[in-house]
């Protein structure tokens, strides 16, 4: 059985509207950066080889040539001409929320245990604990807790590259929190395009990629 090695993936670095050659009229583009990952039972655990990157386009999925679009200088561009951000975000690969997710309860548990070590016995103290980490994290660290930033990844509203407010944030973690007690209801995630959790679709919010 195989449960480590490497495999390539892609997250969004940047997107928005642009001329497509090949549908010949404006069209959604998402620009791809491309990374080699070692991986751990499928879930990618540190970056090995940046491969560079690959415009898209969203409609006809055409791929064009990362060297023949450039987001550096505007004369780079040529026929490819970029408008301003005018599409939703792109939710983030599935496997690097599970690889957050693993390191934030990590993170969680010992400090509990650190706690119990030194006196301080509740049994609902992990589950304080879990609401107030993620809470923090997704306050003062614009949506995203250690494991999700080691992973470069955020929770951010569903239809704009932004940080959901903290009422939102609120219902978001109390109900992850609670789903944390049975992981499978996190599955739910990969029965929707947008990869919501039950979490997510509560706080109208999704993860994805952070943008360099």
Known sequence: MIIFGTKTIGSVSKTGMFYCPNCKKDQ??????????????????FPIKDLGDGL??????????????????????KHIVVAP???????????KRVGAYIIDYILIYILYI?????GIVMWPLIIILTFLYF????????GSSLGKLIFTI????????KVPINSKLIIRNLIKTISSSIPIIFLFALTNEDKQALHD??????????IN
């Open 28 to 45: 959604p583009y998402k620009l791809m950066r491309y990374k080699r990952y070692f991986h751990l039972f499928f879930i990618p655990i």
């Open 56 to 77: 898209e386009c969203m409609n006809c999925h055409t791929s064009f040539v990362p060297n023949s679009v450039s987001f550096k200088e505007e004369s780079d561009l």
């Open 114 to 118: 650190a706690l119990y070590s030194i």
């Open 85 to 95: 951000d005018l599409i939703s975000p792109t939710s983030a690969n599935f496997s």
């Open 154 to 161: 955020k929770v951010s509203e569903l239809d704009a590259d």
């Open 201 to 210: 679709k509560a706080a109208d919010s999704i993860v994805i990629d952070k």
């Open 135 to 142: 809470l923090l994290c997704d306050i003062y660290s614009k």
